[in-house]
């Protein structure tokens, strides 16, 4: 199985970025999607965006696509999530999730067996 941990969080500015790792590691990469998860207080968990490990294939949410987009390092085993242009309602506590890969990108926290700590995002106005 993956483990995986979540860094780069913090306090930033509406307008400002951050950019997001998770470093991940237990098992072989190529055979996993790995996702961005994010919860705000009270709310439910809410997919952002997720990338195939062995292809690079992404797919990030509608209405976070033009502001965020996922990588990855093969070299340091890491997955990232640039966020640009924050805005408050994108403050969460951000969690990287991974699934072994499918045909077709799933977007629901329930199909997502491997789960990081997560990192908090706070965006001030």
């Known amino acids: 199985q993956v483990q995986m941990v979540e860094s780069g969080g913090g306090l930033v500015q509406a307008g400002g970025s951050l950019r997001l790792s998770c470093a991940a590691s237990?098992?072989?990469?190529?055979?996993?999607?790995m996702g961005w998860f994010r919860q705000a207080p009270g709310m439910v968990r809410e997919f952002v965006a997720v990338?195939?490990?062995?292809?690079?294939?992404?797919y990030v949410s509608d209405f976070v696509k033009d502001r965020l987009t996922i990588s990855k390092d093969n070299a340091k085993n890491t997955v990232f999530l640039q966020m640009n242009s924050l805005k408050p309602e994108d403050t969460a506590l951000y969690y990287c999730?991974?699934?072994?890969?499918?045909?077709?990108?799933?977007?629901?926290?329930?199909?997502?067996?491997?789960w990081g700590q997560g990192t908090q995002v706070t965006v001030s106005s």
């Open positions: 999730a991974a699934r072994y890969s499918a045909y077709f990108y799933h977007t629901r926290s329930d199909q997502y067996a491997y």
């Open positions: 237990g098992d072989t990469l190529s055979r996993y999607d």
């Open positions: 990338l195939r490990w062995g292809d690079g294939d992404t």
